[in-house]
Nanobody, 124 residues
Framework: QVQLVESGGGLVQVGGSLRISCATS????????MSWVRQAPGKGLEWVSG????????SYADSVKGRFTISRDNAKNTTYLQMSSLRPEDTAEYYC?????????????????WGQGTLVIVSS
């Protein structure tokens, strides 16, 4: 059974940093691209970042480029999102998603498994 379990969300001040994690099981993690998407209160889903399978080429939305870093530890079947210089507009529920293939995509229809989400609140 595939499982994606996010952790590490919470309340952080503007300009602060936070690392969220996604522990996975039930599939060959190293062979799957992983992504993070978020949903701010009252808004739609926004793709944030992706990391390809294996050694993991990365990609970022313009809104987080230079501030967020995605990574993966294939030995631990876990992906991470390190967030720095946080802004109030980063407040959202953050979801870890498994891509269907080896390359990270930005379109939600290409994701086949989702975590339950972890809430990040950036307070001013």
């Amino acid at each position: 059974q595939v499982q994606l379990v996010e952790s590490g969300g919470g309340l952080v001040q503007v300009g602060g940093s936070l690392r969220i994690s996604c522990a996975t099981s039930g599939f060959t993690f190293s062979a799957a691209a992983m992504s993070w998407v978020r949903q701010a209160p009252g808004k739609g889903l926004e793709w944030v970042s992706g990391i390809d399978s294996g050694a993991g080429s990365t990609s970022y939305a313009d809104s987080v480029k230079g501030r967020f870093t995605i990574s993966r530890d294939n030995a631990k079947n876990t992906t991470y999102l390190q967030m720095s210089s946080l802004r109030p507009e980063d407040t959202a529920e953050y979801y870890c998603v498994k891509n269907q293939g080896r390359f990270a995509m930005t379109i939600a229809t290409t994701y086949d498994w989702w975590g339950q989400g972890t809430l990040v609140i950036v307070s001013s």
